[in-house]
């Protein structure tokens, strides 16, 4: 069964930094693009960013919202997804989501999701 | 960037109904185009993906129709867990992926 766990989400201030888990389990974690979509609360899914699996470059494409703040990486070893936040603004709260493609498409499987607030 | 939009933003349906929900691209994304079911709390869903194609554990009843710029979710029957919000999804052109607002579809 395919399951991606996220976790690190809380709550941090304006201008800091934080960094969110996605661990990964039931699949061949390095065979897979992983993306992080953000849903605001009582808002719609916005698409945040995309890591490739390695055998197509493991390269990485980002929302301009988020651009030169978050950074993806992952680790294959670990079957973990990472997304490092920083200079955090109060629009970036939202819960954020760790979601699985086949390629550069779509979203077959989802995390529950962490809740990130940004506030003084 | 291409824009996603949905119609209508909310579609009221009894159980046992057909639901029909619209999505629109401002230009044209061939068959590259998913739908996902969000319900109150829980994570989005994939239905269907490829525009017409259901995801794995997914009900026939639900079905995907579309290419280019208009696109269509049918629930033929509702059942009572249909109940939440639908997203469209693009990945034609791409970053950024884009979704639409979202159709809220809830009990007449």
């Known amino acids: 069964e395919v399951q991606l766990v996220e976790s690190g989400g809380g709550l941090v201030q304006p201008g800091r930094s934080l960094r969110l888990s996605c661990t990964a389990s039931g699949f061949t974690f390095g065979d897979y693009a992983m993306s992080w979509v953000r849903q605001a609360p009582g808002k719609g899914l916005e698409w945040v960013g995309f890591?490739?699996?390695?055998?197509?470059?493991?390269?990485?494409e980002y929302a301009a919202s988020v651009k030169g703040r978050f950074t993806i990486s992952r680790d294959d070893s670990k079957s973990i997804a990472y997304l490092q936040m920083n200079s955090l603004k109060t629009e970036d709260t939202a819960v954020y989501y760790c979601t699985r493609s086949p390629g550069d498409d779509y979203l077959d499987y989802w995390g529950q999701g962490t809740l990130v607030t940004v506030s003084s | 960037e291409i824009v996603m939009t949905q119609s209508p933003a909310t579609l009221s349906v009894s159980p046992g109904e057909r639901a029909t929900l619209s999505c629109r691209a401002s230009?044209?994304?061939?068959?590259?185009l998913a739908w996902y079911q969000q319900k109150p709390g829980q994570a989005p869903r994939l239905l269907i993906y490829g525009a017409s194609t259901r995801a794995t554990g997914i009900p026939a009843r639900f079905s995907g129709s579309g290419s280019g710029t208009e696109f269509t979710l049918t629930i033929s029957s509702l059942q009572s867990e249909d109940f939440a919000v639908y997203y469209c999804q693009q990945y034609n052109n791409w970053p950024p992926l884009t979704f639409g607002p979202g159709t809220k579809v809830d009990i007449k």
């Open positions: 230009q044209s994304v061939s068959s590259n």
């Open positions: 890591i490739r699996s390695k055998a197509y470059g493991g390269t990485t």
